[in-house]
């Protein structure tokens, strides 16, 4: 979207004797829809019209706007310091700042605010009127005073709003219209192909882990013995325990949800995150856990304690008795606290560290992986480590088994499975110097933003469990999600 020419001008007057008029004119020749310094458009999910206009950094003392709108109404009053914060207007130069006044509990009768009209509000042209009251600051803080201002800004543009692919097999509205709903984190508002291509991975995602869920374990309530696998979503990742469904992933109708700012610039990439945790309750003769009062066997029992309490939450955030926030929070804290009170020295009891790692496993799943640390194992037993081709549809697996490291712990059995087009892994360094097997993600020249091409699915912990998720997981499901090259 580009404004071919526009240009605002704003006449203060201050109340206070001896003040001379302040004239503040600011002139756009040209910018677009991605410069967030500036632009326009109407929300087509809400009808909410929003106009942005800031000079752009190192402006130095010039003239300058500052304004912010979001609003459905033509006309509407705007005060400083509200606890509606949608809309705000600034003006300065050199020596003052001029703002909408600030709202006065105590003097309702006189507050008057900055009024703001619309008169023409399309995608090819804007216009507008500023009037009523303002707050005049001069910038060293050392004066304020209260005045009135009038002006007018009018601006043209060739209405071409910004674009992405279009999702195949979708006839979906492609256009990235305007609205900005966290402007310090460029987020906005998504086209319809890139909220379907949302849909369609989320959906894939549920059939991909479905069988998972209904085979390997439970994540139902009830009393549990030692052996039962349990199964949960990872803090922090998308909640995919919800029964698998097969709706027109195309229909957008009613979903608002929003996306990076540059996103049909690059590669789809999951910015949720999918994952799911498997936590099989021990025994305590895995843990080497009688009767004794050791450290090494209390600090076991706290651990063991902690684990519980995660699982408990893990509950409560499935029954929506807390938000994903709390569960992250305090999973965190509980986690945290149990790492630390684990024994910390080369002593460490082995069946219990043995333990800690064959009964838990996270499955995590990347789209599209962009960088090269994502992509790169970070191998357990470089001796050990294997390519595999044992699943259908992978263009490998990497396989690195269990073994116990310098502090006496032991690091976890890791299965990385790669679909879609990857160079052949090398033994080579990840970016903290560790051993690591590297490989390099490919993709089209030309191919569609809105595609996904290359996926891993990282598994860490329990071999057992690996194998049990192997047999478990609906990898058609995940290919279907792939566009072939």
Request: hydrophobic letters at 35%; aromatic letters at 10%; proline letters at 4%.
């Amino acid at each position: 979207m580009q404004a071919q020419s526009g240009s605002l001008t704003v006449t203060v007057t201050s109340n206070t004797v001896g003040y001379k008029p302040i004239t503040i004119t600011v002139k756009k020749p040209l910018f677009k829809f991605d410069d967030t310094h500036g632009y326009w458009g109407i929300n087509p999910h809400t009808g909410s019209r929003h106009f942005t206009l800031e000079p752009p950094p190192g402006f130095g003392n010039a003239d300058a706007a500052f304004i912010d709108i979001t609003d459905t109404e033509t006309d509407f009053d705007i005060y400083t310091g509200t606890s509606d914060d949608s809309d705000n207007v600034y003006f300065s130069n050199t020596v003052y700042s001029i703002t909408a006044p600030a709202w006065n509990v105590q003097d309702k009768e006189n507050n008057k605010p900055l009024h703001f009209h619309f008169n023409n509000f399309t995608n090819g042209e804007i216009a507008f009127t500023v009037s009523g009251t303002v707050r005049i600051i001069t910038r060293t803080g050392s004066n304020e005073t209260m005045g009135t201002i009038s002006g007018s800004g009018h601006f043209y543009r060739e209405a071409k709003f910004v674009q992405t692919d279009i999702l195949p097999g979708c006839n979906c509205d492609a256009t990235i219209y305007p609205k900005v709903y966290d402007q310090e984190n460029n987020i906005r508002t998504a086209s319809q192909c890139e909220v379907a291509l949302k849909n369609k991975v989320f959906l894939a995602m549920q059939k991909t882990f479905a069988p998972v869920f209904a085979n390997v374990g439970s994540s139902t309530t009830g009393k549990r013995a030692p052996g039962d696998i349990v199964v949960s979503i990872l803090a922090g990742h998308t909640d995919i325990n919800v029964p698998a469904a097969d709706p027109d992933f195309c229909n957008t109708n009613g979903q608002q949800r929003i996306t990076g700012f540059n996103a049909q610039k690059f590669y789809y990439n999951n910015e949720d995150g999918y994952g799911i945790r498997l936590i099989k309750l021990p025994t305590d003769e895995q843990l080497g856990m009688g009767t004794s009062n050791d450290a090494n066997t209390l600090a076991m029992k706290n651990y063991m304690d902690k684990m519980k309490q995660v699982d408990s939450l893990s509950k409560l955030f499935q029954a929506k008795k807390i938000t994903m926030e709390e569960y992250m929070r305090k999973g965190k804290i509980i986690s945290d606290n149990a790492v630390a009170s684990t024994p910390q020295n080369n002593n460490k009891n082995d069946a219990f560290e043995i333990a800690k790692v064959e009964t838990d496993l996270s499955i995590q799943v990347f789209l599209n992986p962009d960088n090269a640390e994502m992509m790169l194992m970070k191998v357990s037993d470089k001796n050990k480590t294997v390519i595999e081709h044992t699943i259908k549809g992978t263009a490998f697996e990497i396989f690195s088994p269990m073994i116990k490291d310098s502090d006496g712990s032991y690091l976890l059995n890791k299965k990385f499975l790669y679909f879609g087009k990857f160079t052949a892994p090398l033994n080579g360094k990840s970016g903290g110097g560790f051993d690591a097997k590297v490989t390099k993600a490919i993709y089209p020249t030309n191919g569609n933003k809105l595609s996904v091409y290359n996926i891993i699915i990282r598994m860490e912990g329990s071999k057992d469990m690996i194998d049990k998720a192997c047999e478990n997981i609906d990898f058609a499901a995940l290919e279907q999600l792939i566009s072939k090259q």
